[in-house]
Every structure is written in structure tokens, then in C-alpha cells.
Antibody, heavy 117, light 108 residues
């Protein structure tokens, strides 16, 4: 059974940094594309970043390019999202998600990031 | 970037009725790589349909997807109480991947 558990969210001041983690289980972690998707309060879904299954490429949405880095630790079956220079508009629930190809096929429960002074 | 526009914004229907949701892309979606996700209040989304017409694991056959190019449709043949939710389309062809703004299916 696929299980994705995010952690690391919280309140951070504008300009600050945060690292989100996603512990994966129930599948072969290194064989799947992994995604981060976010949802601002009361808003729709916004794709943030993905890492290819072989780790060769990462892709980002324009609004986080240069400020965020997606990475993974295969020994820990864990996905990360390092976020820097955070802005109020980055406030959202951040979901870790597994990919089947590039389609998101399983979602975690999310972790809330609030950027506020 | 492929922009996805969903319509209507809200659909008010009764259990047993048919729901038809639309997703229009700003340019042709290669290989019809268009998915639909369902989200209920306070919950994470769940994949319903991928590559236009393939049901995800555990999705009942009252859900069906169709379309090609720039116009795609999710149909729920007979609404059950658990189907009332927000539905998002997502193109999984090009980075940046994109979602539509969502269609809320409300109980009348």
C-alpha cells in the first residue's frame, strides 16, 4: 500500500527558508517520478516540482525556479523540497505525490507552510 | 505552458443524475496526457482518470473520460453521494505540469 507522509511545514517569515520531507513506503521509491504540488488556502492545485525516476532531471514551475530544490535520499526513501527566499504567496498545503510517468497517481496528506511576519 | 480551463465552475445536481465536466487546453495535449483528480473537503486529492480515459485503481465504472486534442470531458453517469467533490484536470505531457481551476460538483 502506497504511503506518503509529509513533514517540515510551519510558520516562517518572508525571506526565510524551510525544508519539507516526504517519507515514502509501500512501493519501490527509486522507480517512480516524484512530485510536489501545493494548494493555497481555498484555492486550486498548483504543481511545484518533479524529479525523474532515475534522478537525472528535475523540473520546476516558474514561480519557484531558482528558489526551490527537489531532492531525494534513496537510502531513506525520502523526498525533499528545499525552499528559500519564501514569500507570502508561497503559503499553502504542500503535497508530496508519486508519479506513474508524469501523472500524479498517489498523494500524501500534505503539510502546511505559512509565510508571515 | 499549457493553460487548462474548466467549466462550469460549479455543477449543482442530485444523486442519480449525470454529471458532465469540461476541460479545455490552450494548446493540443500530446498523447492525450490528460488526467482528472477528485478532492473532497479536508482531504488530499485522488486520481480518477489518466491519459484521457483510463480509470485509476479502485475507481468505479460510472466514471469515464473522453476527448482529444484540446477538449476533454469527465462524465459521472449516475452520481452517488460520495461523488460530490471538486474535480481538477491535469495535463501530464509537458513541464511545467498544469492543473485546471477545478469544477465543484454540489448536491442540489
Amino acid at each position: 500500500q502506497v504511503h506518503l507522509v509529509e513533514s517540515g511545514g510551519g510558520v516562517v517569515q518572508p525571506g526565510g527558508s524551510l525544508r519539507l520531507s516526504c517519507a515514502a513506503s509501500g512501493f519501490t521509491f527509486g522507480a517512480h517520478v516524484m512530485h510536489w504540488v501545493r494548494q493555497a488556502p481555498g484555492k486550486g492545485l498548483e504543481w511545484v516540482a518533479l524529479m525523474e525516476a532515475d534522478g537525472s532531471n528535475q523540473y520546476y514551475t516558474d514561480s519557484v525556479e531558482g528558489r526551490c530544490t527537489i531532492s531525494r535520499d534513496l537510502s531513506k526513501n525520502t523526498l525533499y523540497l528545499e525552499m528559500n527566499s519564501l514569500r507570502p504567496e508561497d503559503t499553502a498545503v504542500y503535497y508530496c505525490a508519486r508519479g506513474a510517468g508524469w501523472v500524479v497517481d498517489y498523494w500524501g496528506q500534505g503539510t502546511l507552510v505559512t509565510v508571515s511576519s | 505552458e499549457i493553460v487548462l480551463t474548466q467549466s462550469p465552475g460549479t455543477l449543482s445536481l442530485s444523486p442519480g443524475e449525470r454529471a458532465t465536466l469540461s476541460c479545455r487546453a490552450s494548446q493540443s495535449v500530446p498523447e492525450n496526457y490528460l488526467a482528472w483528480h477528485q478532492q473532497k473537503p479536508g482531504q488530499a486529492p485522488r486520481l480518477v482518470i489518466y491519459t484521457t480515459s483510463n480509470r485509476a485503481t479502485g475507481i468505479p465504472d460510472r466514471f469515464s473520460g473522453s476527448g482529444s486534442g484540446t477538449d476533454f470531458t469527465l462524465t459521472i453517469s449516475r452520481l452517488e453521494p460520495e461523488d460530490f467533490a471538486v474535480y481538477y484536470c491535469q495535463q501530464h505531457a509537458y513541464a511545467p505540469l498544469t492543473f485546471g481551476g477545478g469544477t465543484r460538483v454540489d448536491m442540489k
